[in-house]
């Protein structure tokens, strides 16, 4: 029989899983295959307000969202910006708890808003497409700030013994952002290419959330080397369209709790095998996700249907 960790890796290379991973972000992780560490840190006087400045804003239904107003407004206040301290005592302080309850779960470190989503956070929603449109030296130059600050972390995660890294990202902040797919391979796609590669350089997966408005980025993640990409909503969305193009090629840890009904089981067997045809394989491909807010009925219920995902 494979440890946990061994069939999440397994999931993530297409190497048959004796079943799809279950992966819970909820508290209680008894069901889960995967131990998440969270690395972003809050600003030691203030809980509520991010080391990078800007205020932490929860979504309601899990996850962090981008704050709208600036933080740098002016060019002269990012020049005097300085990143915050690794300070990896303290990022590090929960590790060893962490440990004792990992077991042989597959092990991935989280940044909380990473890249862009960081930049638009201290930028803002608006000046974003300013920089990037307008003052393109300026963003490179600012980018390569924020993601050097993220990489920096890369070699302890992988000594910490982690099997992967998450990244949160937001390329369309705004719903009038001008981020364009064309645009993003001219501007972004060079930054990202890097972290990806520095990141499997050092061994780990990487794993990329965003948000439902950025899907059409999805083949150049996979083009770029991400292996796992979350699909936080399935229900709202077109799941069928990318995973005919992607299906078979990355791994999708989708988010399935939304469609389990503990009082309608049998359908929501059929809901969910709906989805896992679309996005996984006979070989992998498919990480069952649990939001944290779930109830225990439904983690239950998604784990058992899970179960019956079986590889070859």
């Not at 946990?4 to 297409?14: G, L």
């Not at 910006?81 to 077991?103: M, N, S, W």
């Not at 972290?195 to 899907?215: C, N, P, S």
């Not at 991400?226 to 699909?231: G, Y």
Request: glycine share 8%; charged share 30%; with cysteine.
């Amino acid at each position: 029989m494979l440890s946990r960790k061994a069939i999440v890796d397994c999931a993530i290379h297409f190497k048959n899983p004796d079943r799809a991973p279950v992966w819970v972000l909820g508290p209680d992780i008894t069901r889960s295959d995967i131990l998440t560490y969270d690395l972003s840190l809050s600003d030691p006087n203030d809980p509520k307000l991010s080391e990078w400045g800007f205020r932490r804003l929860r979504r309601l239904a899990g996850g962090w969202a981008v704050p709208k107003e600036p933080v740098l407004p002016d060019w002269r206040q990012v020049d005097a910006y300085h990143t915050p301290p690794l300070d990896f005592k303290r990022r590090f302080a929960k590790i060893e708890q962490a440990r004792r309850v990992c077991g042989d779960r597959y092990r991935l470190a989280r940044l909380g808003l990473s890249g862009f989503a960081v930049y638009s956070a201290l930028r803002g929603s608006v000046l974003c497409d300013e920089d990037y449109l307008r003052d393109t030296d300026r963003f490179h130059e600012f980018m390569y700030i924020i993601m050097g600050f993220e990489t920096s972390m890369f070699e302890m995660i992988a000594r910490m013994g982690f099997h992967g890294i998450e990244f949160t990202d937001v390329w369309r902040a705004a719903k009038n952002s001008r981020m364009t797919l064309s645009l993003w391979r001219c501007v972004m796609r060079p930054h990202y290419a890097e972290q990806i590669k520095i990141a499997r350089d050092q061994g780990l997966h990487v794993w990329f959330t965003l948000t439902m408005e950025d899907v059409d980025f999805f083949h150049d993640l996979y083009e770029l080397g991400a292996n796992v990409i979350r699909v936080e909503h399935p229900g709202q969305m077109e799941v069928a369209q990318f995973g005919r193009a992607l299906r078979g090629r990355v791994c999708f840890a989708t988010r399935v709790d939304e469609l389990y009904d503990p009082k309608a089981h049998e359908e929501s067997a059929k809901d969910l095998k709906r989805v896992y045809d679309c996005l996984g394989t006979l070989t992998g491909g498919f990480i069952a996700t649990v939001g944290a807010n779930a109830d225990p009925e439904t983690v239950k219920g998604v784990y058992d249907v899970a179960r019956t995902f079986k590889g070859l």
